[in-house]
C-alpha cells in the first residue's frame, strides 16, 4: 500500500522535505528492528524534532487512517517496531536531548530519543545512577526503553524501568498532548496513566519526553563466580541466599551449553565440567560489599558450589562479568539463526524450568542454551539453528510454543523484558486470559479510536 | 518466534528466498540486526538514518542478495560509496560480522562498469602497473635498498605513499637498517579491493606476497590489514608492531623548546579495526615523548582511502571535530600510522594554518633517535620561492593540487560538525547534547 501523495506532501510540511523518506531503497532499511524473522517496509519514514510535529503527523493519520509506528533505535527483540502494515515509521531519534538533571529532586528529564547510555553518563556526571540497565543500553533510547519497559541485570535488587518513571509527555493518536504523572514521587491523582503507558509498546500513544528517577552513585562494586555441578543446586544457592537477607545487585547464571561456548568462544578459563555458572554481585559501601560478597560465597560453598572465586578488584570483576556479556554472541556464532527468548517463572522453579527447557530441546533435536538472570527467575533461552533449513525453524517454533506452555504452568510468564510485540501476540492470551485481553481491547479503543498506532501489536 | 512468520523474510537463503550470488553467505547470515553497531559508525553519526549505519547497510546488502530492490537502486548506489569503509563496526559487533570484507564484495558488485567512480578508476589503474609504480617514486627520493634477501624482512614502500612520503620509508630503515627495501615492488592492491575490484587486488597482494617473500613490514595501516587478509596475518607486520617487539630501549627523547615534545596519535582504522594493533604506537610514543590521547583518536579521519578524493564534502564533515580536538588539546605533533590519515591531516591542519606538525610515526621516532627533527632538505626540482617554504610535512604535487581544490562551502571550517555549532543556540546550563 503505497501512501497518498496528498499525505506525503503534508509529512513533508510537517517536518521538512529533508526528514522524510519515501524511496524504496530508503525505507527498506527499517523494515526490521532487532527481531529476527520479521520484516516488512514503511511507505514513509518521518523524522519529528518536537512535540509539535509529532501531534501534527499523528493527527493528518488519523484524519487519512494511516498507520503509525514510533521507532527509537529498533534495538527490541519482539518485532515492536516492525511497521507490519506499512504507513508511517516515526523515528524519534532527532529528539535526543538530555533537558535537564536535578540532584535535588533525583530526577533526570529527556527526550525519547537520547540513549539509555547518554543518560547514564550525564547522571554519573553529576553523582548518580540511572539503575535500569538493559543489555542494548549504548544504543537503546529510554524513549524505547520506557515503550518497552526494558529490564537488565540489575533487576533483582533495583527494580526495571516501570520503578524510575515518574512522568511523561505523550502525543495520543488523536493529536491531544498530555503529561502524566510528573516530578513527584508521592501523586495519586487518577489513573496511573504513567504505568500504563510504561510498556505499552507504542500502541497508546508516542512518548515525546520522560522524566525519570536516579539514585546516588554506589560507591563500589564486586562480583565473584560460583560453579556447580548442576542447574538445581545453582538455584538451592540462589534460594539461601535470599533467605539471608542479602539482596544482591548481580545473580545471573549459564547453563552448561552456555559455559562450553562462552569458553570455546572467548578463553575465560571457566570450568566447563560444570553444569551450572553463577555469578553475584554486589554495590555499596565497601565494607557491607566485602561482607555481603562474603557470604554469598560461603552460601555457595553450603550448597555444594564446586569452586567459588570472590574479585579482589574491580578489573577482575569485569572479567567476571565479562563470562555473563558474550553469552549471546558465544551462542550466536554456534549457527546462522539466533532466536533469543525471555520467559520468567517465580524464583523458586528456576531450575525445574531449566529442566522443561533441555526436555524440550532434545525432544525437537534443538541445542537451547539458557542463561539469564537467577536473582528475578529471568531466563534467557537461546535456540541457534540453520537459518536455511526450514525444518529446523518449524521445530524451533513448536519448541518455544511448547517452552512458553511450560512458564505459564510454573507460573511465570512468556515474556519477563523484551515485550510482546509481534512476536509474541500469539502467546498473549495465554498468558492474560479471555476477559484480560478484551479490556485490553478496550483501552486500546479508547486511546486510539481509529486504530492507527501499531496495527498488529498489543490490543489490535 | 511467532506463528505468523512476515512474509518479506530478508535473510537469504531463508525458505523461499532468492539469491544473487553477490555475497559469501555465510558473511551475510551473521548479522543479529543488534544495532551495537551504530554509535560506532561516523556515517551514522553524522545522518542518523538507519540506512546509513552498518546494520542498516546489511539490510541492504540483503535487499540487494534477495532481488527486494533493483541493482541500480540509487540508495544502494550512494550507501556503497558513503560508507567510509573504516570498519569502527567490527570491534563493536557481538556476532562477529566481517563487515569490511562485506563492503569489498558490495562495491565489487555496485562499481561495476560504468558505475565505478571515474577517479577511482583512474587511481587503481595508475597502481596496478609495476613500472608506473616505481615511476611515482623515483623522483622523490624514498629508501631503496638493490638486493634482496629471499626471507626479508622487507620494508614495504607502498604506491602512493613512496610519492607522497617518501621520508617515511627513509625514516623506517633508519631505525631498522636490517629491512630490505627492493624498488621494485609493486602496490599491495588495497586500494582496488576497496574501490570495487576485490579479485584484482587479492591478485596484486599475492604478487607483492611473491616479490617479497618472508616477513613484510609496512608502514602503511590500510595496506597491512589488506595484506594481512591476502597473505596471512603472520607474514604482515605493521611497522610499529615490528618494532615493539624488542622493547622500546634506546629510543631517544624528542624535545620542544627545552620540554619533552607533546604528541598526539591518529590511529588507523584498518590497523586498529582489522588487525587489532592500536597499544603499539601509543607505546612508542610515550617512550619518546608525552603522550596526549585525543577523545576521538580510534576514529575515523575521514580520508578512508580514496574517500577524501571521491567524497570530499563528506570526508571534510568526518575530519572537522578531529581538526578541533587536535587542537584543543595543545599538542606540538599529532602521529599517523597510515598515509592517507597523514595527507588528511596535513590538508586540515594546514587549511586552518594550525601550528600541529603532522608526522609518520617512523619519522617521530627517527627524530628522537636522531636528537631532532631534520631542517627541511630542498628536494630535487624543486624551485625556489613560495614553495620551498612549505614546511616539510607537506606533500607537493599532484597531491597538493588535489588537497587544494576548492569547495564551495566548506563544511571543514573551524567548529563545523560540532553538533553546537548547527543549531546556533547554545541553551541553558543543564542543557546536554548527547
Known amino acids: ?460 | 518466534m511467532s506463528a505468523e512468520v512476515s512474509p518479506g523474510v530478508d535473510a537469504p537463503g531463508a525458505a523461499g528466498a532468492a539469491a544473487r550470488g553477490i555475497f559469501p553467505p555465510e558473511l551475510l547470515d551473521r548479522c543479529i540486526s543488534c544495532g551495537f553497531c551504530l554509535p560506532a559508525c561516523p556515517t551514522y553519526a553524522l545522518s542518523k538514518d538507519e540506512k546509513s549505519s552498518p546494520r542498516g547497510r546489511i539490510t541492504l546488502m540483503r535487499a540487494l542478495e534477495t532481488g527486494v530492490l533493483e541493482e541500480d537502486d540509487p540508495t544502494l548506489r550512494e550507501e556503497s560509496s558513503f560508507c567510509l569503509g573504516c570498519r569502527a563496526c567490527e570491534p563493536v559487533c557481538p556476532a562477529g560480522v566481517q563487515y569490511g570484507e562485506l563492503l569489498e564484495h558490495w562495491r565489487s558488485h555496485q562499481w561495476q562498469g560504468r558505475h565505478r567512480p571515474p577517479l577511482a578508476r583512474v587511481l587503481t589503474n595508475v597502481v596496478v602497473r609495476n613500472w608506473l609504480v616505481r615511476r611515482l617514486g623515483t623522483f622523490r627520493g624514498h629508501a631503496r635498498t638493490a638486493a634482496t634477501s629471499p626471507q626479508g624482512p622487507h620494508l614495504m614502500l607502498g604506491c602512493f605513499e613512496r610519492a607522497l612520503f617518501p621520508a617515511v620509508s627513509r625514516a623506517a630503515r633508519r631505525l631498522r637498517p636490517e629491512l630490505d627495501a627492493p624498488g621494485n615492488q609493486g602496490c599491495c592492491g588495497a586500494l582496488h579491493a576497496h574501490n570495487g575490484d576485490l579479485e584484482l587486488g587479492r591478485t596484486m597482494g599475492r604478487r607483492l606476497g611473491e616479490q617479497l617473500p618472508g616477513t613484510i613490514v609496512t608502514t602503511a595501516g590500510g595496506c597491512a590489514a589488506h595484506l594481512a587478509g591476502v597473505l596471512g596475518r603472520d607474514r604482515v607486520k605493521e611497522f610499529s608492531e615490528y618494532l615493539a617487539r624488542d622493547g622500546s630501549a634506546s629510543l631517544g627523547e624528542l624535545r620542544v623548546d627545552g620540554r619533552r615534545a607533546r604528541v598526539a596519535l591518529q590511529d588507523s582504522c584498518h590497523l586498529r579495526n582489522g588487525m587489532d594493533v592500536w597499544r603499539e604506537p601509543r607505546e612508542l610514543i610515550a617512550a619518546v615523548a608525552d603522550y596526549v590521547e585525543l577523545p576521538g583518536a580510534a576514529q575515523c579521519c575521514g580520508s578512508a582511502g580514496t574517500y577524501s578524493l571521491l567524497r570530499p564534502k563528506d570526508s571534510r564533515r568526518v575530519l572537522a571535530p578531529k581538526l578541533d580536538q587536535i587542537e584543543a588539546a595543545g599538542v606540538d605533533y599529532v602521529v599517523a600510522v597510515n598515509p592517507g590519515c597523514q595527507r588528511q591531516l596535513v590538508t586540515g591542519l594546514r587549511r586552518r594554518r594550525s601550528r600541529v606538525r603532522v608526522l609518520h610515526l617512523t619519522e617521530l621516532l627517527a627524530a628522537a633517535q636522531d636528537g631532532g627533527l631534520p631542517r627541511r632538505r630542498l628536494r630535487l626540482g624543486a624551485r625556489p620561492g613560495r614553495r620551498a617554504e612549505v614546511p616539510a610535512d607537506e606533500p607537493a604535487g599532484l597531491t597538493a593540487h588535489l588537497n587544494d581544490r576548492p569547495l564551495p562551502d566548506d563544511p571543514g571550517a573551524a567548529g563545523a560538525g560540532r553538533p553546537d555549532a548547527l543549531d546556533g543556540s547554545a541553551g541553558p546550563d543543564e542543557v546536554h547534547r548527547s
Open chain 1, 1 to 460: 500500500m503505497a501512501l497518498d501523495p496528498g499525505v506525503l506532501a503534508e509529512l513533508e510540511s510537517i517536518v521538512g522535505r529533508e526528514h522524510v523518506r519515501h524511496e524504496q531503497g530508503e525505507v527498506a532499511p527499517y523494515a526490521r528492528d532487532a527481531t529476527p524473522l520479521f520484516s516488512s517496509p514503511p511507505d514513509a519514514v518521518v523524522f519529528p524534532a518536537r512535540t509539535a510535529e509529532v501531534a501534527a503527523v499523528l493527527r493528518l493519520a488519523t484524519s487519512h487512517r494511516v498507520p503509525v509506528v514510533p521507532r527509537g533505535a529498533g534495538s527490541n527483540l519482539c518485532a515492536a517496531t516492525v511497521p507490519l502494515q506499512g504507513g508511517i515509521l516515526l523515528v524519534l531519534t532527532r529528539m535526543d536531548r538530555v533537558l535537564e538533571i536535578s540532584p535535588a529532586e533525583l530526577l533526570v528529564r529527556a527526550e525519547p530519543g537520547a540513549t539509555t547510555a547518554t543518560v547514564a553518563e550525564a547522571a554519573a556526571a553529576k553523582g548518580l545512577l540511572f539503575a535500569p540497565d538493559p543489555g542494548s543500553r549504548t544504543v537503546s533510547t529510554v524513549g524505547g526503553n520506557v515503550a518497552t519497559c526494558a529490564g537488565g541485570l540489575r533487576g533483582l535488587k533495583y527494580g526495571v524501568t516501570r520503578n524510575y518513571v515518574l512522568g511523561l509527555e505523550v502525543v495520543l493518536p488523536t493529536g491531544e498532548v498530555i503529561r502524566t504523572g510528573g516530578r513527584l514521587w508521592k501523586d495519586v491523582a487518577g489513573y496511573d496513566l504513567t504505568r500504563l503507558l510504561t510498556g505499552s509498546e507504542g500502541t497508546l500513544g508516542v512518548i515525546t519526553e520522560v522524566t525519570l528517577a536516579l539514585l546516588p552513585m554506589p560507591a563500589t562494586a564486586s562480583t565473584g563466580v560460583a560453579y556447580f555441578s548442576s542447574l538445581a543446586d545453582a538455584g538451592r544457592a540462589v534460594t539461601q541466599v535470599l533467605a539471608h537477607g542479602v539482596v544482591p545487585a548481580t545473580l545471573e547464571f549459564l547453563d552448561r551449553t552456555c559455559i562450553g561456548a562462552v569458553e570455546d568462544y572467548a578463553r575465560l578459563g571457566l570450568r566447563t565440567d560444570a553444569g551450572a555458572l553463577l555469578l553475584f554481585g554486589d554495590d555499596g559501601e565497601p565494607d557491607a560489599v566485602e561482607r555481603n560478597l562474603t557470604r554469598m560465597g560461603e552460601l555457595c560453598a553450603d550448597e555444594g558450589a564446586l569452586e567459588v572465586t570472590v574479585a579482589k578488584e574491580v578489573a577482575e570483576s569485569e572479567a567476571l562479568l565479562a563470562a555473563r556479556r558474550c553469552s549471546l554472541p558465544a551462542l550466536s556464532r554456534l549457527n546462522t539463526l539466533t532466536v533469543l527468548e525471555d520467559v520468567t517463572v517465580p524464583r523458586p522453579r528456576l531450575a525445574e524450568m531449566v529442566d522443561r527447557i533441555e526436555a524440550v530441546a532434545a525432544r525437537h533435536e534443538l541445542l537451547i542454551g539458557t542463561f539469564g538472570h537467577a536473582g528475578d527467575g529471568n531466563l534467557h533461552p537461546t535456540a541457534v539453528v540453520d537459518v536455511r533449513d526450514p525444518a529446523a525453524a518449524e521445530r524451533t517454533h513448536a519448541a518455544f510454543a511448547e517452552i512458553f506452555a511450560a512458564a505459564l504452568e510454573l507460573d511465570g510468564t512468556i515474556t519477563g523484558e523484551h515485550g510482546v510485540g509481534a512476536a509474541k501476540l500469539p502467546y498473549l492470551r495465554d498468558r492474560l486470559g479471555d476477559d484480560q485481553m478484551a479490556l485490553t481491547k478496550r483501552i486500546k479503543a479508547a486511546f486510539d479510536p481509529a486504530g492507527i498506532l501499531n496495527p498488529g501489536k498489543t490490543g489490535s
